[in-house]
């Protein structure tokens, strides 16, 4: 829609080929030259009413409508929380690397607010974790067996939702799990049931939600039947999960091979209040077909509207 706009634009102003010039001609430090110099020459003109006027139409701009203080006390209880299942804590920058979410996932750019200087605001954590990752990976030869982060990150994203206590930016807790193949879905098995242990021990010791659930869906990949078959028989054998194994999902590409969706019940209404699956991340960023990375995030910030805090 925003590509059919911009053509309309470019074509009004009598330079029909502009996007194509700024986007193949102009390197990265020049167009975000240009484009600071536009933003100054039309900020140069704006008065501080017609700054408030335009932030009281901005919903990507406001507070969001919390408790801040016990939002912030459940936050950190979560991040304390995480890394006591030893998952190491890490405070990502309000900006992400721009591509962070359209290059090695498949979010359309155009859900995330694009900045200049080569960035876009954090809208997805997980995939921040995912380039953090493969940074020190690419970087520290010494990385060896597998890793574990966790963040506690506020995001923005750009469409409007009409579910309700969903806002455009929101407090999210993201875990990543990742390492390398050693077979017999070995690293699959023990990433699916640590992450879906930890969302139960957060939530029924932290959040004091009993009821929590777990949906299983099997996605279209090569093998996926045996490592589903392998994951379920590793977690039959704790007895720890409430899980319901869902239809195959054969138009779903976000994640590989298995999906999770974790579920909790408030007053008598069953909420999906957290997601993950494998992700294929680390294969693209590091270019090696060995790596396997497992990732899930709960809304913190839903959480706490939810249990009306």
Request: proline share 3%; with cysteine.
């Amino acid at each position: 829609m925003s590509t059919h706009i911009a053509e309309y634009i470019a074509n009004k102003i009598g330079h029909p080929q502009l996007i194509e010039v700024l986007a193949e001609e102009l390197n990265g430090t020049d167009l975000n030259s240009l484009l600071l110099a536009v933003f100054n020459q039309r900020l140069a003109k704006q008065t501080p009413t017609g700054l408030l006027k335009q932030y009281g139409q901005n919903r990507l701009v406001k507070p969001a409508a919390v408790n801040v203080l016990q939002l912030k006390a459940q936050e950190l209880a979560t991040l304390q929380f995480f890394s006591q299942q030893h998952f190491e804590p890490v405070e990502l920058s309000p900006v992400a690397q721009l591509g962070t979410c359209s290059v090695f996932g498949i979010t359309n750019q155009q859900k995330v607010l694009t900045a200049l200087r080569n960035a876009e605001v954090q809208a997805d954590a997980t995939n921040a974790l995912a380039i953090h990752y493969a940074f020190l990976k690419k970087n520290n030869v010494k990385m060896y067996g597998t890793y574990r982060f966790a963040t506690v990150n506020r995001l923005l994203r750009t469409p409007l939702t009409a579910i309700e206590g969903h806002t455009p930016h929101f407090s999210i807790g993201c875990l990543v799990t990742a390492g390398v193949d050693t077979g017999n879905f070995e690293f699959e098995k023990l990433a699916l049931s640590e992450h879906l242990s930890i969302h139960l021990q957060l939530l029924n010791q932290i959040y004091q939600i009993k009821e929590v659930s777990f949906s299983i869906i099997p996605l279209n990949l090569e093998n996926d039947d045996k490592m589903l078959e392998t994951c379920l028989t590793h977690l039959k054998q704790q007895a720890l999960f409430d899980i319901k194994v869902k239809p195959k999902n054969t138009s779903q590409n976000y994640y590989q091979g298995i999906q999770i969706k974790t579920h909790i019940c408030v007053n008598g209404k069953q909420i999906e209040i957290g997601d993950g699956g494998f992700v294929d991340w680390s294969q693209q960023l590091l270019g090696n077909q060995k790596e396997r990375m497992f990732t899930s995030a709960i809304g913190i910030q839903y959480l706490h509207i939810l249990m009306g805090e």
